[in-house]
């Protein structure tokens, strides 16, 4: 079962937009991870934030954490081409196991 | 540092045969999971290894089982294959933390292609 709704189902942007995506989530988390996955590709991690945490920053990538919304943003800044992909958030329950559960992934067009 | 690694990448069954699929961890890391991810859809949890035995174990049919080795890598198992096992079948690990937990950033391997025919 899906844990994770993520919205919207796609985005398109001009290159140079900011481009951000939301993930909501059903159960209490230890902690969310968000990743970026190229067409048939593997899953690149991304960000990983806590549960006592609110906000993290890696490069052009913000993540914002809203526990009592059991909800999550990823935010791309000046976005680029290379961008172009899909990206899922993933949930590791408070019983912090190790099992990840997977939303369905925004996909994200970056025009040049 | 070689990341997740996984092979073979891509391969093609016929139903009813028998598919093994393999995986080395990330260096340092000693949990294996294995997750499938159909086209379209995100990934969907099969099952975890730490020390050897199988922990956790997701809404897969026994079909699917699987291995790790003492030096952490893994292999995973599908018999009787169905057209619907198709799919995208991607390694995890991570390390365990103090007394086996967990938490920590789960990396992810390129994955194996299986098509089903």
């Known amino acids: 079962s899906q844990q994770g709704e993520e919205d919207p189902q796609a985005l398109s942007i001009q290159e140079g937009e900011n481009a951000t995506m939301n993930c909501s989530y059903k159960?209490?988390?230890?902690?969310l991870q968000w990743y970026r996955q190229n067409s048939g590709r593997g899953l690149v991690h991304l960000i990983l934030i806590r549960s006592n945490e609110r906000e993290k920053h890696s490069g052009r990538l913000r993540v914002t954490l809203d526990t009592s919304k059991k909800s999550s943003s990823l935010l791309i800044t000046a976005s680029r081409a290379a961008d172009t992909a899909s990206y899922f958030c993933?949930?590791?329950?408070?019983?912090?196991?190790?099992?990840?559960?997977f939303g369905q992934g925004t996909t994200l067009q970056v025009k040049p | 540092d070689a990341g997740v690694t996984q092979s073979p990448t891509h391969l093609i069954k016929t139903r009813g045969q028998q598919v093994t699929l393999r995986c080395s961890p990330k260096s340092g890391h000693d949990t294996v999971s294995w997750y499938q991810q159909a086209l379209g859809q995100g990934p969907q949890f099969i099952f975890q290894?730490?020390?050897?035995?199988?922990?956790q174990r997701g809404n897969f049919p026994d079909r699917f089982s699987g291995h790790q080795f003492p030096n952490y890598s893994s292999e995973l198992n599908v018999n009787a294959l169905l057209l619907g096992d198709s799919a995208l079948y991607l390694c995890a690990s991570s390390p365990s933390t103090h007394r086996g937990r967990f938490g920590n950033t789960i990396y992810f391997g390129e994955g194996s292609w299986l098509t089903v025919v």
């Open positions: 993933a949930t590791d329950s408070s019983s912090n196991t190790g099992k990840l559960i």
């Open positions: 290894y730490y020390e050897e035995e199988e922990r």
């Open positions: 159960t209490s988390i230890n902690n």
